[in-house]
């Protein structure tokens, strides 16, 4: 372990043996480090949220307990830190919770949408990030203008919503995940505003044309803290036009209310054998070529069975032709990362309809991780008692064996490898 919360550390540096000077374990440093990056994940889906009017009173206090009992000489017993983590997880179903409720009470019931994708011929403004109250106001203030603004990474999903399928200026998508921001950026002529997590740090290609809100901020950037947007609209205006360059379209919107709605269907075709199994492969992505891993699960997926995908994970399996079955496109994109909120609804509808459990369902779920907001989904996840999730591509750095093998023990957590195919076979055997 590495401890160097307090004075009394190893030579005055860190504890880096099991106990350090304090007593405390590895394994309570794990879950302590578990707790909080669960707890960063679920903030920041709290903001969100609070930027929308909905908050809980509940949840402020459980992150004010948790935090205290991350601190030196509070906690030292395995147990009980569990369950700090997955009482962490449950807050962030809450959360979660009244995110999605925040974003149809602004934005409007979601229903399926074709979005183009690409560039079309005019000024534009390119918005990256999750927070689509801050496109909101972007939208509200180029309103009146002919600048073109164009969706990336996890904006996608707002599409989904009548506010923004309606709205005059939001034309269609460019990109693809946060990863391929340095490059996909340095190509759109434009500014570019990045609302929250997962902006890196830019090259001068586009570094004076990156703006950022709040407390998303990069070296020598622009920060709007007061949701003014008029140096980003003069940013527009003054750089030079996108080009006419439409490279296709997609389909986004099966959120959990437009699945619930077609509920009896889907379990009618479940009970006639039609519907093989459903898949959820999604969640944060990164650059490490591993994560192949999920494409190559994605395409070996039966033909009548059906694929849910959320978070900017969906960028790693959605360039494949999929087809579809029974009337449904095969791969459905929920949406952002917090709409996992959704994906566990439909998946306790169905429950519920067959009177099962959700681990008796013909349900697999196959999630990547990268930063905080995927650990407080898992945690989410693992609180409701969901087992066989395949997690990767890597094992968190930050769980140490003894802990990995108490997941692997209470919920069958297992990590993704070098064999998407024979993993596959598997879970359809299952």
Known sequence: MHCNQCEQTFRKTACVTSPGMCGKSADV????????????????????ARRLGKSDETVSAFIEEALFATMTNVNFDVKSLLEYCLECGRMNLRVMQMLDEGHVEAFGKPAPTKVKEGTQAGRGILVTGHDLADLRDLLGQVEGTEIKVYTHGEMLPAHMYPFFQNHPNLVGHYGGAWQNQKQEFAAFPGPVVATTNCVLIPPESYKGRLFTTRGTAVPGGQCISDGDYSAVIAEALRCEPCEEAITGESTVGFHRTVLLDHAQTIVDAVKAGQISRFFVIGGCDGADPGRNYFSDYARGTPDDSFILTLGCGKYRIRDHEYGEHLGFPR???????????????????????????????????????FEQKAVAVLLTLLSLGV????????????????????????????????????????????
């Open 29 to 48: 440093q794990s879950l302590q480090e578990m707790l909080l990056y669960g707890l960063k994940g679920m903030a920041a889906y709290a903001h969100h």
């Open 331 to 369: 791969l459905m994109d929920m949406g952002q990362c917090n709409d996992a909120y959704g994906a566990i609804a439909v998946a306790s509808a169905l429950a519920e309809a067959f009177d099962c459990s959700v681990n008796e369902l013909p349900l697999t779920l196959v999630i990547s991780w």
């Open 387 to 430: 087992k066989g999730i395949t997690l990767g591509p890597n094992a968190p750095a930050f769980v140490s064996p003894n802990v990995f093998a108490i997941l692997q023990e209470r919920f069958d957590l297992r990590l993704s490898g070098n064999d998407a195919e024979g993993d596959l076979r598997l879970a359809m055997t299952a």
